[in-house]
């Protein structure tokens, strides 16, 4: 095959050489023409929507207007600057007015001051993108996107004669090389004629009918140069379509090899000690951790490699779940492991589960990294010749010296915080030669969009339902003015026996500001809450284990009225007697991580509240967090949420071990229609011709090959 093209080096494109070659390399990794073919535009120029700036209103989204610059000015903290007279580090705001004619409108900068003033010249005319809003009672634009008429005017080549021009991402050293938004459209113009007759079809003509999708060379065309509007749209389309696919179509390839082989333990039975415990459980199951229940026992039975992913919100009743699954295990002649990711977390686990275990004959322990010597040389013995049925631990379980008789069963609890090569080495621990099962947890809840990715090659249960008689908890934001009234609040719920969780935000990049913070909220707390009567316990990672471990028993034991923590110490943590969690600093959280929080409370009968204090003024998403946070209780609305305003990238629990692909053109945020079409579309095709052998779906097993999508694979790693 003579596809070349592509791989043509970047330098030998015309227009670039090694100087530009470097440049694009650095700022955008492009190192072939094919890699400058893969960047999209991220807007478009559309000449024919430029709209008058008298018709311009503050209710508009984004416009578009061809101005002239008539007036700058620069500000500093104290007021108007010289202009004859600028040192650009004093300058904190940049005012300029523009028209065109029908009317003025202002914009103004706060940041990349200096470029932007060296780029606006008085008298000539842009095009200014953005989205037009009212201050002090006139017409403005913060920071909208600049571009130069002539930068964006027909060159009168081919394909470029169109009324919409693609925008590229850029970066100041691209500008400043040379590689402005012209250069980047010749640039592009040129890597398409030479270029684009080696691209061959990626997709089968029989799906691309189907679906409706536009050929490879139209679609790369019109994402570049769009005819149309229309045409951009079905380009959009097709791109989006075709990556989505993709990458379902290899995630649900994998799940289907792993569930065609025998290669799992099999467990037939669910054993003594599972009814033993299941028939003194203090309460009755929900209906959702029955159904989940017998989805793991269906998976443990099969004869195939359980991997199951098992959401729930917090207090949804996982740990029940998973001691029940752990007992299907050891009724079958097999141990379990549930990992933890906080020694906290790992103490409390043991102390539930052993609580449920009583009466069942089976032996938990728990390993951490504070387990004494001697200790862990019993555990070690007893993991080894198999007496401990059950062990909870943290990243203890990854030590070389731990070794199991037969595992057959590993609980991961929030799976992200473990690093993949530490969850390989689980699987060498096993001595009874096939993996084991392997079941998920997470209490984060992840839009289904992006689950569909990130556990794509998963089966997933979900637990959607709470235990009955949980009240609702009552979601309060307030800010400094009312702490005072804060503060009555929580003597009365103390008067009333409850106990209250006051957590700190602690975000690594300032890790000594939030100690501060921490230290001096605690003094306040303290101050406001004297002992006798009342007892503050704190808990912070800067502690020693035994110090944590003394204050959180002491907190969950009734010893202490409140819990001042940070934020990462205390995740669930399950003191049902705590009925108000406060909040500081609220507006620096997520969305999933307020609700994460706030899911420590409401455990128990009482009523239930939570207090987001903020400060005076927030951003307006921060605003809208909050307002959300008041406004629901459900992990999963908040969760869809939380991605649509920040991106998947930033969503709890992905943060760590990001997306498995980086998606060059679709959005889990945006397309998630485009997702469930694309999924479908790849279960059917591998219904029909699951090893992709027929010949009209070479193509697929090719690109398949091609593109190694990085998903995890969860039967090696996890
Ligand atoms: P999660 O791990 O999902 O956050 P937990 O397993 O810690 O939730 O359960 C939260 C609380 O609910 C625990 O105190 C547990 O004993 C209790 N619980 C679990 N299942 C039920 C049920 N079916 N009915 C009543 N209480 C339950
Ligand atoms: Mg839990």
New binding site residues.
């Given amino acids: 095959m003579e596809r070349n093209a592509l791989q043509t080096d970047i330098q030998f494109l015309p227009g670039v050489g090694p100087k530009r070659a470097q440049l694009l390399k650095k700022e955008l990794n492009v190192s072939t023409v094919g890699d400058l073919i893969r960047i999209y535009p991220f807007r478009y120029i559309d000449r024919s929507s430029i709209i008058p700036v008298s018709s311009a209103t503050p209710d508009m989204a984004y416009i578009q207007i061809r101005a002239r610059v008539m007036e700058i000015h620069l500000f500093g903290n104290k007021g108007g600057i010289d202009p004859e007279d600028v040192r650009f580090n004093a300058v904190k705001r940049m005012s300029v007015t523009v028209s065109d004619g029908t009317g003025y409108m202002e914009l103004v900068f706060f940041k990349g001051i200096k470029w932007m003033h060296a780029k606006l010249k008085p008298g000539e005319e842009y095009i200014f993108f953005g989205k037009p809003a009212i201050f002090n009672g006139r017409l403005n634009m913060v920071h909208p996107e600049v571009d130069a008429v002539s930068e964006n005017s027909a060159s009168g080549q081919g394909s470029m004669n169109n009324s919409m021009t693609g925008v590229y991402q850029s970066t100041e050293k691209l500008r400043n090389g040379g590689i402005t938004g012209k250069v980047m459209n010749r640039l592009m113009e040129s890597a398409l004629n030479m270029a684009l007759p080696d691209i061959g079809e990626t997709l089968p003509q029989y799906l691309m009918m189907e679906k409706g999708l536009v050929p490879i060379h139209f679609a790369i065309r019109n994402i570049h140069f769009p005819k149309d509007l229309n045409a951009l749209e079905k380009a959009k389309y097709r791109l989006k379509f075709e990556e989505l696919f993709y990458l379902q179509l290899s995630l649900l390839k994998q799940k289907y090899v792993r569930s065609r082989n025998e290669n799992g333990i099999r467990m037939p039975k669910v054993g003594e000690a599972f009814n033993t415990c299941y028939n003194s459980l203090p309460?009755?199951?929900?209906g959702a951790?029955k159904r989940v229940i017998t989805e793991i026992r269906n998976d443990m039975k099969s004869g195939h490699q359980m991997n199951r992913l098992l959401q729930?919100?917090?207090?949804?009743?996982?740990?029940?779940v998973a001691v029940l699954s752990a007992l299907i295990a050891v009724g079958n002649g097999y141990q379990a492991c549930i990992m933890a990711p906080t020694e906290v977390l790992a103490q409390q686990h043991f102390k539930?589960i052993s609580k449920y275990l009583q009466g069942t004959g089976v032996r938990p322990a728990l390993l951490t990294g504070s387990s004494k010597t001697a200790e862990r040389r019993d555990i070690h013995a007893g993991l080894e010749d198999g007496t401990i049925g059950i062990i909870v631990g943290t990243h203890a379980l990854f030590e070389d010296n731990v070794i199991f008789r037969n595992l057959g069963l590993a609980i991961i609890d929030e799976q992200h915080r473990f690093g993949v090569e530490q969850r390989a080495k689980l699987w060498r621990k096993s001595s009874c030669g096939l993996p084991p099962h392997i079941l998920v947890m997470t209490?984060t809840p992840i839009p289904r969009t992006l689950a569909m990715t990130l556990y794509g090659d998963l089966d997933v249960s979900v637990?959607d339902e709470l235990?009955?008689?949980r009240k609702p908890i009552q979601t309060i934001a307030a800010t400094e003015g009312r702490r005072t009234a804060m503060f009555r609040f929580l003597k009365e719920q103390i008067a009333l026996g409850r106990q209250i969780f006051i957590v700190y935000p602690l975000i690594f990049e300032s890790e000594k500001m939030d100690y501060k913070n921490l230290e001096k909220g605690y003094e306040q707390v303290v101050t406001a809450f004297p002992f006798p009567p009342y007892k503050t316990a704190i808990v912070h990672g800067q502690q020693s284990n035994e110090e944590k471990k003394f204050n959180m028993d002491a907190f969950a034991a009734g010893r202490a009225d409140i819990l001042v923590a940070t934020s990462v110490i205390e995740v669930?943590v399950?003191v049902?007697n705590a009925s108000v969690m406060v909040i500081e600093s609220a507006e620096r959280f997520g969305l999933s991580q307020l609700h994460q929080l706030r899911?420590r409370v409401g455990?128990g009968s009482e009523k239930s509240y939570c207090i987001l204090m903020t400060g005076n003024r927030l951003s307006k998403e921060s605003r809208h967090r909050i307002e959300l946070m008041c406004a629901t209780e459900n992990g999963f609305e908040l969760a869809e949420e939380d991605m649509k305003m920040r991106g998947p990238g930033s969503l709890d629990g992905t943060q760590q071990s990001g997306l498995p692909v980086d998606l060059n053109i679709a959005s889990l945020a945006k397309d998630g229609l485009i997702l469930n079409d694309a999924r479908q579309c790849a279960q059917s095709v591998l219904d029909k011709d699951p090893s992709l052998s027929l010949p009209e779906n070479r193509l697929l097993a090719e690109e398949i090959r091609r593109t190694k999508y990085q998903v995890r694979d969860y039967s090696r790693i996890s």
């Fill in positions: 309460f009755q199951l929900t951790q729930g919100d917090v207090g949804s009743g996982k740990t029940m539930n209490a637990i235990p009955p008689g669930g399950d049902p899911g455990r």
